[in-house]
């Protein structure tokens, strides 16, 4: 119900957008988020790094402040992550997730990923930065 597209390789300082389809109408009044899975971390260590809350405002994890802008398209029901100036650090899957309904972008961002049920993850999209 959630499907992913846009992840890459990329040298880093160079630029990424992911997409996310959001299928599913349930969605429509969710905060929205993007976590990401770093190489050899459990999906308990997954990182929330951008959020777009149910009432339309967006937060964004320290570690890529100025750096990733998350927006949504509603009429397309798309979900996106601009990721630019990319990092090695930033190498990981990538997870969009409907985070919950009536949910701030800045409390999507602490939320741990085990209260998330799994239906509402995607598959999730590969980024890679080689340095």
């Known amino acids: 119900r959630l499907v992913e597209s846009g992840g890459g390789s990329v040298q880093a300082g160079g630029s990424l957008r992911l997409s996310c389809v959001v299928r599913?109408?349930?969605?429509?009044?969710?905060?929205m988020a993007w976590f990401r899975q770093a190489p050899g971390k459990q999906h308990e260590e997954r990182e929330a790094v951008a959020a777009y809350g149910s009432d339309g405002t967006t937060s964004v994890a320290d570690s890529v402040k100025g750096r990733f802008t998350i927006s949504r398209d509603n009429a397309k029901n798309v979900l996106y992550l601009q990721m630019n100036n990319v990092k090695p650090e930033d190498t990981a899957m990538y997870y969009c997730v409907a985070v919950g309904p009536r949910s701030s972008a800045i409390r999507a961002l602490n939320v741990m990923p085990g209260a998330i049920p799994f239906a509402n993850w995607g598959q999730g999209t590969q980024v890679t930065v080689s340095s």
């Open positions: 599913d109408d349930t969605y429509s009044n969710h905060c």
